[in-house]
């Protein structure tokens, strides 16, 4: 699991995380894993009700999970997931 540079400090500098998570793995397991682990990135990652914010993408591979099943995105063993702010500009 790799995590964007502004999320690491709140892993405590970590720019990957292991996470062993019985399958099937979903998108959903991933962020609920790291919220577990590391609470204050699962407050930047997701909002008060649990929901992914709006400003943040999760990468299954290449693909991101908005455009898959969302949350519910099954991750195959191996796949790297990325979690990354979205980037805006013009």
């Known amino acids: 699991m790799r995590l964007a540079a502004a999320l690491r400090p709140h892993a405590g500098g970590a720019p990957c995380l292991e996470l062993d998570l019985p399958p099937p793995v979903t998108v959903r397991a991933v962020i609920d894993a790291i919220a577990s682990a590391h ?9 008060e009700a ?3 914010r709006r ?6 591979g290449t693909d991101n999970s908005r455009d898959l099943d969302d949350v519910d995105t099954v991750v195959p063993d191996g796949t790297e997931v990325a979690v990354l702010p979205a980037i805006s500009g013009g």
Request: positive net charge; proline residues 6%.
């Open 55 to 60: 400003h943040v993408n999760v990468f299954v």
């Open 39 to 47: 609470p204050a990135v699962g407050r930047r990652v997701c909002d």
């Open 50 to 52: 649990g929901t992914l």
